[in-house]
């Protein structure tokens, strides 16, 4: 199958700074991605859809401004999280599409 | 969000028994997929399926498409130990054998497995 990358697969933080996450697909180009987040034993869920070379779309309830998503390449999309809070800990994961959508490993985030 | 209704929502069998679980929603999708998730990891993809009425098999691991393309269901034959961990179904809405749409995903099965 395809592989999806992301980096780092976990960080912490102090309150109120900013984290960066990478996703990339790494055999194949991916002009979708998508970021969900998933917290403890429940299901996964979209927070929003990356698009490259235009802006993303959003989930209702997400915060576009809180949630920055880029997707400046074919095989790179970022999400950085601003103004880290405590309740934005969570488990954050991507994913991108070659005819079946395949996810990235995650990313664990902890914010003190 | 909308989410798909997937049950069980756990299961404890003995090593060696068969496994069935299933998805079922009130609206339709083109393509059903399966996914594995192991604690701490992403979900791995384990079956796709692009077609009403579509069965296909991977190893132990056989899934259909419900023919109303409102439900589907995946069967474990024979589980192992390393059968153990969090499955989930998902929907999506796309045009022929592309994928491009959002997923939905059910609430998870978690598996437990006995030696």
């Known amino acids: 199958g395809a592989v999806v990358s992301q980096h780092p697969s976990r960080v912490i933080c102090k309150s109120g700074t900013s984290v960066k996450i990478e996703c990339r697909s790494l055999?194949?180009?991916?002009?979708?991605m998508f970021w969900y987040r998933q917290f403890p034993k429940q299901s996964l869920m979209l927070m929003a859809t990356?698009?490259?070379?235009?802006?993303?779309?959003?989930e209702q309830g997400v915060e576009k401004d809180k949630f920055l998503i880029n997707h400046a390449s074919l095989t790179l999309s970022t999400l950085t999280v601003t103004s880290a809070h405590p309740e934005d800990s969570s488990f954050y994961i991507c994913?991108?599409?070659?005819?079946?959508?395949?996810f990235g490993p995650g990313t664990r985030l902890t914010v003190l | 969000g909308q989410q798909l209704n997937q049950s069980p929502q756990s299961m404890f069998i003995q090593e060696g028994e068969d496994v069935s679980m299933n998805c079922t929603s009130s609206?339709?999708?083109?393509?059903w997929l399966w996914y594995k998730q192991d604690p701490g990891e992403g979900p791995v993809l384990l079956i796709a399926?692009?077609?009403?009425?579509e069965l296909t098999s991977n190893g132990r691991l056989t899934a259909q498409f419900g023919i109303t393309r409102k439900d589907s269901f995946l069967n474990i034959s024979a589980s192992i130990p390393s059968d153990v961990g969090i499955y989930f179904c998902a929907g999506q809405l796309n045009a022929g054998g592309t994928s491009y749409g959002k997923l939905t995903f059910g609430q998870g099965t978690i598996l437990t497995v006995h030696p």
């Open positions: 399926l692009y077609k009403a009425g």
């Open positions: 994913s991108a599409n070659r005819v079946s959508q395949y």
């Open positions: 609206s339709i999708f083109n393509t």
């Open positions: 055999d194949f180009q991916a002009t979708t």
């Open positions: 990356s698009n490259e070379g235009s802006k993303a779309t959003y």
